[in-house]
């Protein structure tokens, strides 16, 4: 056939195959119909995980008493919105605009840098929207915030509590944030290994909540001097277990949407695997919370199984997609157990954790970033130390300065009249249930 | 290469062309694929939007007293199913039928016009499935009744309620909503703007419920003959803030859904961008009710803050995509401060609004619409202004008189002694929290 | 044109066609997009459905008496807990794992049998990613389990609740199911149709619950010796409510993702005209179960309007896609009216359904189960009525042993002290409302 060797023929045996390659291509995702899968997702995720700003508000109003119910709810109405604006006027740059294996970011506002909306000519290059990562990424760093305002419930006042949120999700969390997502140090030289931010989000939350908790101080009556403690019970189970049920919701958008990707059948698969670990991670958490305090108190504890459901879906969080389905019942079944053996100890050591979130964040945020090495060969126990401590210095340190800064200045509590009156009234002016009354 | 004269050359020129064409095409999305991303996006917004009858239900058994928190709660689960049987008999095809330039569309019964289920052949040139457009519009009906559920609760039976329910959301609604979304007189001739409904839906919304609460009269014992207006506290805080932050989160189906599209990347920017701002106006909407109260009052009020929240996202709904951030907080924060501001003023008219759903969604739905032409070129202020100032005309004309024939008929109001004795029992027979003592 | 004989040209004219077809086949969707649209819809849908847990515990919390109401809670999300454990380690297999027209699949645990995580090569050919599709089925068989705790709440202990959880969720459920969806002998020999489950499902449930009320027996002091029943009304109207609201939300995925497949214009419009029949048929049962209350009693029954919706929604389960929305509206409307007539007929028979979940579930369940013929023409009354009584005879005998081992040997009930006293306290040792005093 030697009419192929001439130049016409050449041009369309070319011309062909290009023909041939564009069309057999079609067998898989486009690239816009992938930028459109991507960005979904995370719009998708991101209004699952704005849900659990709900799911903390509940899980804390039925975690106090009835007098700071309402104090409660404005708390976590406020940081979201706090959370949102810091975002974008400091955070998400500060925390993307790290150098590579650096510190931390520039100041400046974020602005979408992709295709501007009225674009002629689209440009999906980037693979997703950029707004649609700010939003999922604005909802994480809201979270963080959530986690703080349920362990210093009913004794902090709300403008000092909103300026500290200002600093975490201003500051604190983007830097954090950025030394892995960022691609800062952590990312660059230690192969840190934190899928969706069981270190980066729930411990970052934990200590701060935890050294707001030293700092501020327990709340009056709570312990007493001959070493009892006085139980205040929470106002509303079934508020709590409402947001708690919320949170659960909410995490198969907080893992699976770090995913980062739909538009492919291979990130489809993770997702899906994701969103069973998930699942599975927190239904053992809740068993084996349940199981250990019947076996150590005789009883099974509802607000540790609650929690334990929460510590399991945060143990998770670190890895949700190597582990196989044992492994991640095994993780969450361990998270479970750590709610269910910390929470005494925070008493013991006279720390005033309203809702537990230190246990369930703090504790379990550790166990699955320590244990991530197990399933995921990329990731090693030494560098996630290195991950683990370097924030637990950096958050405990800078939440712990904060708070203590604003001790000294505007002041942090309640005075202990208005704080056994209650922050509703005293406070707000009004009762989160003015008709029932007080037992 | 005189080959390529030949005729068959030339027929292969010719495919070759066409088959590149149409491979390279699949770079992009295929019609097929976008016909599913847009229904898609119409079923998860209309979830998210159908979710918000839960918002509002919470919101207003949260604001009510307890003895007529039931009736409330009965009250908004059948308007929205009223809502959803009287958009189907009559008005989709009310506000959808109306000729170009027009002010009503026909009476019948809305059927799916496309595809049928169970055809051989896909015809997809509509660009998404009827039946998912009805879906989306159908739970925005719901929501304009949503709205006068809570101004004037606590007072009004429930069957009269669930007739006005009726002629609003089968005639007055989609009237309006056929001058602009179908077509009608104000898209044609008056380019008015109005993206998501802050006019068309809240404002509606907003005028049904002023003209009830004038009809009906204020409850007994709100405004005393000396002047002074007592104080009715609604009866849970938690559940008034989990309605605001279920309406928070339905606001991005009802917003991002709204640019009816989401098979394009210039679409998912679009939608990316609207939840930014709806979510961002939300948040400047919350603190600056907060901040505003805190100024004016001497503390934060809970109540006035949750509202800013809805005001916030009321503002932005007219048009939630052309503003940049910057200016969706500023549109944001506006709500919240009116909402701060208007809030006593209607106490001073002696309009007893018990949820404070005037202020959050007629005002803001005012304010959002006018402030349009600022991000917007498409739009003007004379456009806007004939839209808000015909669209106040027949709502809350159509609906003063529909509540005044209920008055003179069949009766708006539970006798006296009924409403102090609460409606749950007096008109259920039931308590809506039989175990709690009534302080 | 003889050339075209020639080999190189016959090549070329294979070549261009194979390209063409190709690059036409690109104005549908592709392989592997149907692929992530079927994936994002079962994990959308399945976390829907995942909410309806969250629905079913605030429908019973606000169901029981305050003194139950932790209770109640912990027990629905330990049973969603276990649900999700025994289907992963029994229950799948045990569903899809029969023999075409057999009766039980195999014991082992599911592992996803597709493209694993980090496979090089992506194989899409099965339509879905497995783990969406398991994910997809847990949340069904959880809401199963959670039909049967509202019916038997208040006087069941939570060790013995939870082992007939295991026993309902890994094998009851799993068995019945596989008779249907898992291709057993409903399926392929009497052409069973069940879109979503009305009797799968919903019936399952109901015959679980009503086993357990007659082996359990009534609330102590429920039914009085002189034939008059003593009423024990619900502790929060306004919590039932919004568990009403969730499970409609719910319901959404759990008859649109029973397509099984989004990946098409066909399927997109189905599912967009499944929501639509899901939504009416709900709005005509809460209308219907409000005016059949209104005209049997002189007033509307709060709790049988929200068990309307819940009736209505079980009643267009069997078969959301077939009917007309004229058909949906009519099945949902027999459903309410169900409800209000069989509430009051339990109570004759003395069984003790504190939720109202054998009227709403199984009744209902069995009604719109029976009325698909109607409107589908592949279902014939015969095979509906053997797909009913075989699920009835089955999940009740099976249920009814369960339970009558459990009574005789751990025991079921707490004591009539411990019942009088209530759960939250006496097995729990906290209160669900600490702070309120009860009436």
Redesign the interface.
């Known amino acids: ?1 030697s ?2 060797k ?4 050449q041009f ?1 045996i070319f ?2 195959i ?16 992938q ?3 991507n ?6 995720c ?3 995980v ?2 659990m ?2 799911g903390f ?2 899980l804390e ?2 975690s106090v ?2 007098k700071n ?2 104090a409660i ?2 708390k ?3 940081l ?3 959370a ?2 810091l975002y ?1 006027l400091v955070g998400y740059n500060l925390m993307y605009g790290v150098d590579e294996g650096g510190f931390v970011g520039g100041l400046s506002v ?3 840098d ?2 501007a ?1 009225g ?1 002629e000519t ?3 290059s980037g693979g997703y ?4 990562d ?2 999922f990424q ?1 909802v994480f760093c809201a979270t963080t915030a959530s986690i703080v305002s349920g362990t210093i419930a009913e004794r902090l006042k ?1 403008w000092p509590f909103l300026i500290f949120t200002l600093v975490l999700t201003g500051f604190i969390y983007p830097i954090v944030g950025g030394w892995e997502w960022g691609g800062g140090f952590l990312d660059a030289n230690f192969a840190f290994s934190d899928f969706a931010g069981s270190t980066l989000v729930h411990s970052t939350g934990g200590w701060a909540a935890l050294a707001g908790a030293i700092v501020i101080g327990s709340r009056t009556g709570r312990f007493n001097e001959d070493g009892s403690v006085t139980s205040f ?10 947001g ?3 949170l ?2 909410g995490w ?1 958008g907080f893992n ?1 949407g770090s995913q980062l990707a ?12 994701i ?2 670990n998930t ?2 991670a ?3 958490g ?2 084996f919370a ?1 199981i250990t305090s019947q076996l150590l108190y005789g ?5 540790v ?2 929690n334990g ?1 929460i510590g399991g879906l945060v143990a998770i969080t670190a890895e949700p ?2 582990p ?3 492994a991640a ?1 095994f993780i969450g079944a361990v998270g479970g157990i750590l709610v269910a053996v910390t929470t005494p100890l925070l008493l013991k050591m006279k720390i005033d954790d309203v809702v537990g979130a230190i246990p369930a964040h703090l504790v379990c945020g550790i166990w699955g970033t320590m244990i991530v090495p197990l399933t995921n060969g990329d990731a090693s126990y030494f560098g996630q130390f290195v991950g683990v401590i370097s924030v637990a210095i950096f958050a405990f340190v800078a939440s712990f300065i904060t708070w203590t800064v604003l001790k000294y200045t505007i002041g942090l509590r309640v005075t202990v009249e208005d704080e056994l009156a209650g922050m ?1 009234v005293t ?13």
């Open positions: 056939m009419f192929i001439k130049p016409g023929f369309f011309f062909g290009f023909a041939l390659i564009a069309g057999i291509a079609h067998a898989e995702v486009s690239a816009e119909t930028y459109v899968f960005t979904f997702l995370f719009l998708v991101g209004f699952l704005m849900f700003a709900a508000a509940m109003a039925g008493r009835s119910a309402a709810c404005i976590n109405i406020s979201y919105s706090t949102g604006l974008w974020w602005t979408a992709d295709l909306v674009a689209p440009d999906y929207a950029s707004g649609s700010w939003y604005m709300i019970p929470g106002s509303s189970i079934p508020l709590a277990t409402l708690a049920f919320i659960w919701l198969f699976g739909l538009g492919s059948a291979l990130d489809s698969v993770a997702i899906s695997n969103f069973i699942n599975l927190a239904a053992a809740v068993m349940m009883k099974v504890d509802i607000v199984a609650l459901a997609l190597a196989s389905i044992g019942v509703d406070e707000f002016g009004l009762e989160a249930y003015p008709e029932f009354s007080k037992s």
